[in-house]
């Protein structure tokens, strides 16, 4: 994640995003797996906007949880990788 790029909306979000995710599962490898729905090794956009809503209880529009999932997405790739979600 290019942090510095950010705008504040998706800054505040991707922040209390990581704070539930620790809160909720303790490490980051556990709420990967969360996210990464069939265990592919890496987080698509729909299974993403799927734990955003199902497993951690946040209610963002498609859109606004594309846009997060775009910030996150660093190589723009369509996937989120391992790596790409610790950063």
Do not use: H
């Not at 950010?6 to 990967?32: G, H, I, Q």
Request: a negative charge; glycine letters at 6%; charged letters at 30%.
């Amino acid at each position: 994640i290019q942090w510095d790029t950010l705008d504040s909306w998706t800054l505040e979000c991707l922040r209390t995003l990581s704070r539930t995710m620790y809160k909720k599962y303790n490490t980051l490898p556990v709420a990967f797996s969360r996210f990464d729905k069939g265990e592919k090794g890496y987080i698509v956009k729909e299974d993403f906007i799927s734990a955003l809503k199902d497993d951690y209880g946040l209610q963002f529009s498609d859109a606004d949880a594309g846009r997060l999932f775009e910030a996150v997405d660093a190589n723009s790739s369509g996937r989120i990788n391992y790596w790409e979600f610790l950063d």
